[in-house]
């Protein structure tokens, strides 16, 4: 089945504890992308990649790192997590940015508490 | 303000009726999308509509784009419980690199 899967679904961790939140594609997509999403705030991306080793930063990239080191997988990295990270993270890939022809398909959602 | 916005932000119907979105937006677009998610879940994508095409159609879904306007609709015909859902429009901005930038959504209520 095409999906992008993400790991942990769930996850409550302590003030400077480094985590990283896993994200893996079957479809072959080259693009990827973290959102969080807060009440109020809406859906917010934090950094993509259009493809291996290509990364960069969207809008609130702050207190996060990402790599692309191989086509299917994108983690997300918080290095000393803070409580404002506490959010709803979702990852989404794309077959390409070509010309805008396709939409994203997202993973299930990394709910984080950061305490 | 964002650059996608929707309206109503909370729609309540009853199944049966129809129920229209809309989007409003700010800059140039490579295209509009729609998704759907349901509560604290993954969004999933309902159709794609690109910065040349005026309408399409998917099953009972109905999306028009007026890029003179700026704006966009979401149609959902003959609704039913199970499309009760937050629908989220999200604009592909022209020479951004793919971003997509989000609405804060419609929550749209299906009452049997």
């Known amino acids: 089945e095409a999906q992008v899967t993400q790991n942990p679904r769930y996850l409550i961790t302590v003030t400077g504890k480094k985590l990283t939140v896993t994200c893996s594609q079957n479809?072959?997509?080259?693009?990827m992308s973290w959102y969080r999403q807060d009440p109020g705030l809406g859906l917010r991306q934090i950094y993509y990649?259009?493809?291996?080793?290509?990364?960069d930063k969207g809008d609130v990239p702050e207190g996060y790192k990402v790599s692309r080191k191989e086509k299917r997988n994108f983690p997300l990295i918080l290095e000393s997590p803070s409580p404002n990270q506490t959010s709803l993270y979702f990852c989404?890939?794309?077959?390409?940015?070509?010309?805008?022809?396709?939409?994203?398909?997202f993973g299930s959602g990394t709910r984080l508490t950061v305490v | 303000s964002q650059q996608g916005e929707e309206d109503p932000q909370a729609l309540s119907i009853q199944e049966g009726e129809n129920a229209t979105m809309n989007c409003s937006y700010k800059t140039s677009i490579n295209n509009l999308q729609w998704y759907r998610q349901n509560s604290g879940r993954g969004l999933v994508h309902l159709i794609l509509i690109r910065s040349n095409e005026r309408e399409k159609h998917s099953g009972r879904l109905r999306v028009t784009l007026d890029t003179s306007k700026k704006s966009s609709s979401l149609l959902i015909t003959a609704s039913r419980a199970a499309d009760t859902a937050s629908y989220f429009c999200?604009?592909?901005?022209?020479?951004?690199?793919?971003?997509?930038?989000f609405g804060q959504g419609t929550e749209l209520s299906v009452k049997p």
């Open positions: 989404a890939s794309s077959l390409s940015i070509d010309q805008g022809r396709y939409g994203y398909t």
């Open positions: 999200a604009t592909d901005l022209y020479n951004q690199g793919g971003k997509l930038i």
């Open positions: 990649s259009m493809n291996v080793e290509v990364t």
């Open positions: 479809m072959n997509h080259e693009y």
